[in-house]
């Protein structure tokens, strides 16, 4: 019994130091809906949201998160991208957290390779296509679902990635498809794109940090 208990305090206090931070630039419902998924009283998974990040101070998710108790930040674009050699706002708010992996929801900035080197395996990004196809610099939201119809592609889906120093390009870690039926419209099909990140993003960040044998 006190071996049991010694191990599951040793695998508590492993997971309780999984702080997340979001980064986001819109509306925010994939945002929402991994700080509900997370911070919900009765999990039991050990990882936290403890601040999002915003460039946009029009963006909606900044209510979101209020609403549900996680502090908005909103940073120009100067200071999320670390421009400056002095710029460190950023990495000092992400220290102040005590954050250790940080998860892009709808974030359109780059992330900076000073981030990408401190944060190793450890920045997930969602896209709205199945890459490597129509991704890279501009290809988001509403850009992506018209070039995906416009090809006439049969299927679309959700990529969820690593991130690194190029748009799009980091180590897949899951994709999840949906049929392009010939009705559907750009719009319609960002519905479907939807309703497969909003089923699988919180899951799989979940899923990589607790089984993915990560070093925090």
């Known amino acids: 019994m006190d ?4 191990l599951s305090l040793k695998y508590l206090m492993i997971i309780d130091m999984i702080n997340l931070a979001v980064f986001s630039s819109g509306n925010g419902t994939n945002a929402e809906n991994i700080i509900k998924y997370f911070n919900k009283s009765e999990t039991c998974s050990g990882i936290n949201v403890k601040v999002l990040f915003c460039n ?9 998160a209020r609403n549900l108790g996680v502090p908005a930040v909103v940073l120009s674009k100067e ?3 670390l421009a400056g050699s002095d710029n460190t706002v950023l990495t000092d708010l992400l ?24 944060y190793p395996g450890k920045i997930i990004n969602i896209h709205p296509a199945l890459l490597p ?12 679902h018209e070039a ?12 969820i990635h690593l991130a690194d120093k190029v748009y799009d390009n980091g180590r897949i870690i899951f994709q999840a498809k949906c049929k392009i039926d010939q009705s559907d419209t750009p719009n319609t099909l960002a519905a479907k794109i939807h309703e497969l990140e909003q ?10 940090f607790t089984e993915g044998q990560m070093s925090f």
Do not use: C, D, W
């Open 133 to 144: 196809k129509y991704g890279g610099k501009g290809m988001y939201g509403h850009h992506v």
């Open 3 to 6: 071996i049991v208990l010694s």
């Open 199 to 208: 089923a699988n993003f919180p899951k799989v960040i979940e899923r990589y």
């Open 95 to 118: 220290g102040f957290f005590n954050i250790n992996a940080i998860i892009l929801a709808g974030y359109l900035l780059k992330v900076p390779l000073q981030l990408i080197h401190t």
């Open 79 to 81: 200071e999320m991208t």
């Open 56 to 64: 946009n101070p029009q963006a909606g998710v900044i209510a979101r």
């Open 148 to 159: 995906v119809i416009s090809a006439g592609e049969k299927e679309s889906g959700i990529t």
